[in-house]
């Protein structure tokens, strides 16, 4: 695995984020030394979904209005079925999504994660996953949805759920160590 030491990444979400979409791919990027910060719409922290009821709260590194999607290597998109519903009626959240897939930059979203990639209109065409409740969605803008536990396509991650967060980290790490993708 290549130095990932000089990388940092953005997890953005807002509140109702599903609590080991973010705190595991936070983990495994911050272990190999990757500068891991939470953006949000939200000023200073966001609350998390466990399973079925609210988890813990984590501290907001960066509010959306003040993030700049230059100074990142890298964007996350945890699920959950809140976090993704509001960031989707945001146009801030897409624009700053906007500008990773504009970049080739690695974009790595689980579960319901994708359903904010949507609103950028730039997946069409791509392979992906997702949470089965969101496949028709993602099938509607274009993609070429599979049931598979990680897919990958030109450094853009989607998994399906929980379950699969180990080959998520692990493609997720990759994606970041290779970089930009044409």
């Given at each position: ?15 109702g ?9 936070k983990?495994?990027?911050e ?5 891991v ?101 993602l ?7 599979v049931?598979?536990e ?29 970089g930009?993708?044409?």
């Amino acid at each position: 695995m290549p130095d990932l030491k000089n990388m940092k990444v953005a997890i953005l979400t807002e509140n109702g984020f599903e609590q080991s979409e973010l705190t595991s791919p936070k983990d495994a990027m911050e272990k190999a030394g990757v500068k891991v910060e939470i953006v949000s719409p939200q000023s200073k922290e966001v609350k998390a979904w466990d399973v079925d009821n609210w988890g813990i709260t984590v501290p907001v590194d960066v509010t959306l209005d003040k993030a700049n999607p230059e100074s990142y290597d890298g964007l996350m998109l945890p699920g959950g079925v809140l976090n993704p519903d509001k960031l989707r009626t945001n146009q801030k959240a897409i624009t700053f999504v906007k500008h990773f897939l504009e970049h080739g930059k690695p974009v790595a979203a689980i579960c319901h994660g994708p359903q904010t990639l949507i609103e950028t209109e730039m997946i069409e065409g791509k392979k992906m996953t997702s949470y089965p409740a969101i496949k028709t969605d993602l099938i509607n803008a274009g993609v070429n949805w599979v049931d598979e536990e990680v897919v990958v396509d030109h450094g853009l991650v989607t998994s399906r759920s929980p379950k699969d967060l180990k080959a998520f980290n692990k493609k997720l790490l990759e994606e970041l160590a290779e970089g930009v993708h044409a």
